[in-house]
């Protein structure tokens, strides 16, 4: 397996794991039902929320996941992950948006290294 496979997987594999824990949070941690309200969210947007975290980690993390599909996974999650920065930093100030920055910057890793492993290697770069 080449490096850039290998480095695409862990990070996309690092973001899955954290996206499908904050789903299993989403649906049993009162301290995170707390939290949306503390934002001034209603209760169903945690469990819409939750529902598309969920389906955005198997959509990037799936191999036969067709890329189109993944493409608007990525923007989904990038939404997301903007709007927490933005939600957290209205409520509470910028610095505590930390959690959300962080899982933005996993993101965009795996989605250019996404693109990385498309592209065909020109003779000069093996």
Known sequence: MKRIDLLYWAVTGLLSVQLLAAVA???TDPAIRAGFAHLGFPDYFRVELGIAKGLGAVAIL???VPLRVKEWAYAGL???F???IVAHAAVDGLAT???PVGSLVLLAASYILLHRRARPISPGRA
Do not use: Q
């Open 62 to 64: 799936l191999p036969l």
């Open 25 to 27: 949070m989403y649906f």
């Open 82 to 84: 903007l709007s927490a």
């Open 97 to 99: 948006g930390g959690a």
């Open 78 to 80: 990038a939404f997301t």
